[in-house]
């Protein structure tokens, strides 16, 4: 009897540390502060690919962290053009360049972009049954917005994989469903 007391209350336990295992690694990342939107002066809001332009006064959340990486980390994939006058504003973050649309290329939230430590690494994104590497070329900052530097744009979510065309034709994805799509990547 007392084996099998032991038994239950290391499955318990075992079941009880995997739950609040995820419970923290979901409460881990919460948000940081927020920001006021700002309205774009006439003509400084870049809406290539549909992206989206503040709101005056509208409160955003800013975060300075991201899920955990895995082998299989969750994330949206949203799309960004990174080259000249495209909507991803001015030069890459990692190597102060622009980068054709041609070439698979991508922006990581905060706190997966790290402080640079993943810059022009590869990733690995997986979706629509297939995957491709993308070199990490800039961060989707998840702190600020809503200001001349971030083209009048909020500020990223926590959990975004901001690609290239190239990411998403690789992916096989019609061209009428790019915007978001649901993805996992890994450090390649």
């Not at 995820?22 to 940081?32: G, I, K, M, R, T």
């Not at 102060?96 to 698979?104: A, I």
């Not at 706190?111 to 997986?126: D, H, M, P, Q």
Request: some cysteine; hydrophobic content about 30%; glycine content about 8%.
């Amino acid at each position: 009897m007392k084996k099998f007391s032991i038994v239950i209350s290391i499955s318990l336990l075992l079941t009880l540390f995997i739950a609040c295992s995820l419970e923290v690694d979901a409460l881990s990342c919460s948000p940081s502060g927020k920001i006021r939107g700002r309205k774009a002066p006439q003509g400084q809001c870049n809406r290539e690919n549909d992206s989206d332009c503040c709101v005056q006064g509208k409160l955003y959340p800013t975060y300075t962290c991201s899920p955990r990486v895995t082998d299989n980390t969750k994330a949206t994939l949203t799309l960004n053009s990174f080259q000249k006058g495209g909507d991803g504003g001015g030069p890459s973050e990692c190597d102060n360049q622009y980068h054709d649309d041609d070439t698979p290329v991508v922006a990581l939230s905060t706190g997966w972009y790290s402080g640079g430590s993943r810059c022009l690494n590869k990733i690995t994104i997986s979706a629509n049954g297939r995957s491709v590497e993308a070199m990490v070329v800039d961060e989707c900052d998840s702190t600020m917005g809503c200001d001349d530097e971030h083209d009048y744009q909020p500020p990223c979510p926590n959990n975004i994989v901001d690609a290239s065309k190239a990411v998403w034709k690789a992916l096989g994805v019609p061209k009428d469903n790019w915007g978001e799509l649901d993805i996992t990547w890994s450090d390649a």
